[in-house]
């Protein structure tokens, strides 16, 4: 079971235990290790020490992926927060602007109304105003037609011969 160098011989966990074994740059793991050189008491007692020796390795590649995997989470979520923080700090923004964009259409408005209230006053003191005019407008007539009576007996005061 210990050879390396040979074809696969059907055993998929041979080869995975090859390829555990064969790896070059496992971190050192927090789980004790266990000595690599079992006594050369028994053929089976050696093959449960290799196995065991392989479980160790294999528990140190999860290890080393499980700190992999968080060290990507913990970027992930960092890219995350940092993301979030530029869309609230644009959101607030967009906010502020709405509001001051808000206040000075209310100031607009407000003014433009003030405007219009003055118009509709003035137009009403104007119709008032207006009102009595009919009573002038009668007086004025009764007075141009005095005036051309008078006019027209002047004239012919002057061109009588």
């Keep these: 079971?210990?050879?390396?160098g040979g074809p696969d011989h059907g055993g998929s966990s041979n080869n995975f235990e090859n390829r555990i074994l064969e790896s070059p740059?496992?971190?050192?793991?927090?789980?004790?290790?266990f000595s690599s050189n079992p006594p050369a008491e028994d053929h089976a007692e050696s093959e449960v020490?290799?196995?065991?020796?392989?479980i160790f390795r294999a528990v140190q590649v999860v290890e080393r992926d499980?700190?992999?995997?968080a060290e990507s989470f913990v970027s992930l979520f960092a890219s995350l927060r940092l993301a979030l923080s530029e869309v609230t700090g644009s959101s607030v923004d967009h906010m502020q602007c709405f509001c001051d964009a808000t206040g000075r259409l209310q100031e607009s408005v407000l003014e433009a109304t003030t405007k219009g209230n003055r118009y509709i006053n003035s137009c009403l003191r104007l119709n008032e105003e207006m009102k009595g005019i009919?009573?002038?407008?009668s007086q004025l007539k009764i007075l141009r037609r005095n005036v051309d009576v008078l006019d027209s007996a002047v004239n012919k005061l002057l061109h009588s011969p």
């Design 1 to 4: 079971m210990e050879d390396r």
């Design 25 to 33: 740059d496992d971190p050192p793991s927090t789980c004790p290790e």
């Design 49 to 54: 020490s290799f196995n065991q020796n392989g």
């Design 66 to 69: 499980s700190l992999a995997i």
């Design 134 to 137: 009919d009573g002038l407008a």
